[in-house]
């Protein structure tokens, strides 16, 4: 389980295909070496990827066929840059909210506008079926990061970064036509299947 909270941005150092999947390198010097020990949990842009051999400052992967089809790792070049977290432990401060690591689409950054006060307006088209999921006022995930809905069109959303969230994390250079990887809220949708499940959501279900 994670929080949004990003801690910093790792690469991608190399990809070898292993039959379907891959296995992915990354370097990570912004994590401590004992965030890499084998079968740790690591959020790579908001994927949920297990250690499966490190070294000092860098840990590897292996990437499902799963994966690679429905997240942006799947295209990643070798020496992007990526955002990194550690899973939650018990105690640790909640400061962004309750994320699985688990992508459930691809969205398209459709235009990034500067505010006058500093941040930045940037508009996301989502997979039509995740449209459901999203509120004013409510948590999405954008490449592992915990960010607020500012407003709800038929197909998209709008997310404002601030100065901090642009320097810490890969959405500082996010513009026009960039994919980034998207988790919904994790409690909408468990309301949702509910919901489905006892015939109360009529609507959604075609």
Known sequence: MFTGIVVG???LLRRESRGD???LVFAASVLPDSAFSLGASVAVNGCCLTVIASAPGRFEV????ETLAHTTLGALPEGSPVNLEPPLA????LGGHLVSGHVDGVGEVISVRREAVGAWDVRIRLPG?????????GSISVDGVSLTVNSVSNSAVAVMLIPATRKCTILGACEPGVKVNIEVDLIARYLDRLLDSRGLNPGMRK
């Open 9 to 11: 941005t790792g690469q």
């Open 129 to 137: 079926a995740l449209m459901r999921f999203v509120a004013t006022k």
């Open 21 to 23: 999947g891959a296995r």
């Open 90 to 93: 018990a105690g640790d401060a």
């Open 62 to 65: 292996d990437a499902s066929v």
